[in-house]
């Protein structure tokens, strides 16, 4: 089975930092691009950042550029997400998806981890 | 950035009559050099992540039942569930992948009326 799982969501306070991680199994991981999503509560989807299948192009919104970092281990089957500097308006549940070819197609998602940035 | 409006916001249907919710980029999203409309639909039920129904604006994913469709070109497009049932409650979200960021509309709930 195709699955994906988040992990490392939590309370954070303001100007700190936290590692998301997403675990996939049940596919070839290495050879597919994955991307971050977000959603604050009650609102819509909001894409943050994308990676390449070898790590080597990566890609960010705008308002996460310079504070968030995506990454991967295809070894370890891993996708990552460090997160620093983090601000209130960074409070959200935070989604792996798996892409579609180089497209943003997102046939692919995990439950989601929420990540709360307050004092 | 593209930005993609969706209409309406919340929508009451009837089981068994057809849902239709409208979705407008600002810019088109048509690729004339492989001809496709890089535009796809998403339903979203309560307490769960995302769940691909639509991409290429009219291919439906695999399992996805028929009385979904997709349609449009260019800049407006169109999710049709031809006739509604309980399950489709839902928030719908449609997507344009033609460039990046991708972008979401800002989602249209669907109820049953």
């Known amino acids: 089975e195709v699955q994906l799982v988040e992990s490392g969501g939590g309370l954070v306070q303001p100007g700190g930092s936290l590692r998301l991680s997403c675990g996939a199994s049940g596919f070839t991981f290495s050879s597919y691009w994955m991307h971050w999503v977000r959603q604050a509560p009650g609102k819509g989807l909001i894409w943050v950042s994308r990676l390449n299948n070898d790590g080597s192009d990566t890609s960010y919104a705008d308002s996460v550029k310079g504070r968030f970092t995506i990454s991967r281990d295809n070894a370890k089957n891993t996708l990552f997400l460090q997160m620093n500097s983090l601000r209130a308006e960074d409070t959200a549940v935070y989604y792996c998806?798996?892409?579609?070819?180089?497209?943003?197609?997102?046939?692919?998602w995990g439950q989601g981890t929420l990540v709360s940035v307050s004092s | 950035d593209i930005v993609v409006t969706q209409s309406p916001d919340s929508l009451a249907v009837s089981l068994g009559e057809r849902a239709t919710i409208n979705c407008k980029s600002s810019q088109s999203v048509f690729s004339s050099s492989y001809n496709k409309n890089y535009l796809a639909w998403y339903q979203q039920k309560l307490g769960q992540p995302p769940e691909l129904l639509i991409y290429?604006?009219?291919t439906r994913e695999s399992g996805v039942p028929d009385r979904f469709s997709g349609s449009g070109s260019g800049t407006d497009f169109t999710l049709t569930i031809s006739s509604l049932q309980a399950e489709d409650v839902a928030v719908y979200y449609c997507q344009q992948y033609y460039s990046t960021p991708p972008t979401f509309g800002q989602g249209t709930k669907v109820e049953i009326k």
């Open positions: 998806a798996r892409g579609r070819g180089m497209a943003t197609i997102l046939p692919v």
């Open positions: 290429w604006a009219s």
